[in-house]
């Protein structure tokens, strides 16, 4: 059935039709959620959330952008107030990356085991510092570099001219360099990042 028709169906309380909606787009919401919080349980709270939000405020869609756009708007809007309530609980030292390596494996286990933790470590790290940053930059740096999505998606989600993402984002790339900067050179080399 075509979108239009699932919508207006579920303007007139037509669950099965606001069903349809919904699987089309949790997983997209969902994966959303989850690059803000790096929690499956929560990021499944917080879409759950949105397609209520999203349940009762369908009566004021009013058709002027595509679905996925209004919606993506209501869940960045709900996810941005998520981290605002949930800052304080966020900001973990960046120092505290510990490693438990088991004395009873093989050299070779060991090395494996390093180089995943290690690559763990860095998205450890790089999330904290990603969440460390103002508000705006980790939307932007969320909706471009970790969800994909075009300039003009983003100016459409967050209501800003294609312009001001691109400056947005090239601020919060230069910040997030910055933060990282530090942990990198401590690592013995240059990173391209």
Same mark, same amino acid.
């Given at each position: 059935?075509?979108? *239009? ?25 969902? *994966? ?51 981290? +605002? ?5 966020? /900001? ?34 790089? /999330? ?39 400056? +947005?984002? /090239? ?18 080399? *240059? /990173?391209?990042?």
């Amino acid at each position: 059935m075509e979108e *239009n028709r699932l919508i207006e169906k579920s303007k007139q309380g037509d669950e099965e039709a606001f069903g349809l909606l919904v699987q089309k787009y949790k997983t997209k919401v969902f *994966n959303l959620a989850y690059s803000f919080t790096r929690d499956r349980e929560t990021a499944d709270d917080l879409a759950q959330e949105v397609f209520i939000k999203v349940y009762y405020a369908l009566e004021r869609f009013k058709f002027q952008s595509g679905l996925g756009t209004w919606l993506y708007r209501i869940a960045v809007n709900h996810f941005k107030d998520y981290l +605002r309530k949930h800052a304080k609980e966020r /900001h973990v030292s960046i120092d505290a990356l510990g490693r438990e390596i088991s004395s009873s494996l093989s050299e070779d286990e060991i090395k494996k085991k390093e180089k995943a933790q290690e690559a763990a470590d860095r998205k450890k790290l790089l /999330h904290q510092a990603l969440q460390s940053l103002p508000e705006k930059y980790q939307v932007i740096l969320t909706l471009r570099d970790i969800q994909g999505h075009s300039y003009e998606e983003i100016a459409g989600f967050l209501k800003l001219s294609a312009g001001t993402v691109d400056s +947005r984002l /090239h601020r919060a790339r230069k910040m997030l360099r910055k933060k990282i900067a530090p942990f990198l050179s401590q690592e013995g080399g *240059n /990173h391209e990042m």
